[in-house]
């Protein structure tokens, strides 16, 4: 035990730790977080709108459905707001927080990561309008238009489908080039400088001129390089080679397991695994889960089955490691003072997946007794949802709930109210507790000495 202990302590740790200075990393975690909002405001919505319109429609309450149409309609309103263009959102605080890690004005780094993105996706329009007449046809070909093979296509026009989940890495690419330029022009001092009689605002505005102007010119000339040689859109062409094979991988067992691993290793040695790792799950499992709510929206079939919420539903029971579970095991059946006292101020935390009081007050990191379990039992429990979810026995998470949301509680509403994800939670928390108990009770027969050391009983 304590040469893997030691064997991970040399050569994982030190790398995690790297991974969680790098500015770029950490600005891309906060730009997801910064989002959060936008993220609950449409998943509520699409929560609402499921029980008030999806499920009655299905059950044969038309008149029910009739009657709350007012409030359906606002809240795809609210829909149409958040999710839908989500990667407007994103793109915004993306180039916020990259510029505010590097020490330069974030507002202008904002306003260049946005016009980056959106030079980068198709500003055609294009919609399915089969049977037009000649006359419909001509009058829209006048005014620009195309209409070929029953799709209408109108330039200069963002369609919706292009600013939302589909388009985040086209975000983070363009919106990384462009803010990255503007960064390092500031650094080097090339901008305007005015004299001190002129107001802080402009003489801002003024000092962020050339290297914004620079940096948005330098993703219009690879946006122009990029469709002569290729005939497509940056964003489009990312989609389809890049985005949709990354989907498409965080959908196998093995990166899934991977990760879930990865997370309780940074943990137990006291790095915020989910933190740590927040680009991977939120740029992979993240993109999947907008793209469940969105197809949720609109009736159609759900293209992921394992998303970001499947982890909090089924694997983090109170926090990454499910400590939940360890606390109940040791209100029931540690003989420890100092761990069940330890327990009793963590448990209401823990029941809203706040972990900290656990994690550093147990404590769990670098606890060797309880290294095993705090690693096998998360695992065991992906491994588990994720090939029930996969083999269609529960259905996939559709709605984003939020992160304080209670075990059990969390996977029902995650689900749109699948009774079979609350008990697919409840039986992964009962595998955890029964792998948990043996080294509960196994510290149980540890005694803690006056400075607070591990001593046999």
């Given at each position: 035990m304590q040469a893997i202990m030691n064997l991970l302590e040399k050569y994982v740790v030190p790398v995690a730790a790297k991974i969680g200075s790098i500015p770029w990393l950490v600005a891309l975690r906060d730009s997801f977080i910064a989002t959060l909002p936008i993220t609950m405001a449409g998943s509520l919505a699409t929560l609402l709108n499921a029980l008030l319109s999806t499920y009655p429609a299905q059950w044969g309450m038309d008149g029910f459905v009739n009657a709350v149409q007012p409030i359906i309609q606002i809240d795809t309103v609210v829909s149409i707001g958040s999710l839908t263009i989500f990667a407007v959102f994103f793109a915004a605080m993306w180039g916020y927080h990259l510029a505010e890690a590097y020490q330069v004005d974030g507002v202008a780094g904002t306003l260049i990561s946005l016009s980056a993105f959106f030079m980068g996706i198709n500003s055609n329009a294009s919609l399915a309008v089969p049977g037009l007449s000649k006359g419909a046809v001509k009058t829209l070909t006048t005014a620009g238009a195309t209409y070929a093979n029953g799709s209408l296509t109108v330039p200069n026009a963002f369609a919706t489908g292009n600013l939302g989940s589909a388009s985040l890495?086209?975000?983070?690419?363009?919106?990384?080039?462009?803010?990255?330029?503007?960064?390092?022009?500031?650094?080097k001092d090339i901008s305007i400088k005015m004299p001190d009689t002129v107001p802080p605002a402009v003489s801002k505005a003024f000092t962020t001129l050339i290297p914004g102007i620079a940096a948005l010119y330098v993703i219009a000339i690879i946006t122009y390089l990029f469709q002569a040689f290729t005939g497509q859109a940056f964003g489009d062409w990312l989609s389809a080679t890049i985005q949709a094979p990354l989907l498409h991988a965080g959908q196998g067992a093995g990166m899934v397991l991977l990760v879930s691993l990865l997370v309780q290793v940074f943990w137990f040695f006291g790095i915020h695994g989910p933190n740590v790792l927040a680009p991977i799950l939120e740029s992979i499992w993240g993109t999947s889960q907008i793209a469940n709510i969105q197809a949720f929206q609109h009736g159609d079939a759900l293209p992921y089955k394992w998303v970001r919420g499947s982890f909090d539903a089924y694997v983090w029971f109170g926090g990454s490691g499910g400590t939940i579970v360890l606390l109940i095991a040791i209100l029931i059946f540690s003989k420890r003072a100092d761990e069940k006292a330890v327990a009793k101020l963590a448990f209401a935390p823990g029941l809203f997946n706040i972990n900290e009081p656990v994690m550093f007050g147990l404590p769990i990191v670098l606890n060797a007794i309880y290294f095993i379990p705090f690693i096998v039992a998360p695992v065991l429990n992906t491994a588990i949802a994720y090939f029930v979810t996969v083999a269609g026995w529960v259905g996939p998470v559709k709605i984003a709930v939020p992160w304080i949301t209670p075990p059990i509680l969390n996977a029902l509403m995650a689900t749109g109210f699948?009774?079979?994800?609350?008990?697919?939670?409840?039986?992964?928390?009962?595998?955890a507790f029964f792998i948990w108990l043996p080294f509960v009770m196994a510290s149980s027969r540890v005694q803690v000495d006056e400075s607070g050391n591990p001593t046999a009983a």
């Open positions: 890495f086209t975000a983070m690419i363009f919106g990384a080039i462009a803010t990255v330029v503007y960064i390092w022009l500031m650094k699948d009774w079979r994800a609350a008990v697919l939670a409840l039986v992964n928390m009962i595998i």
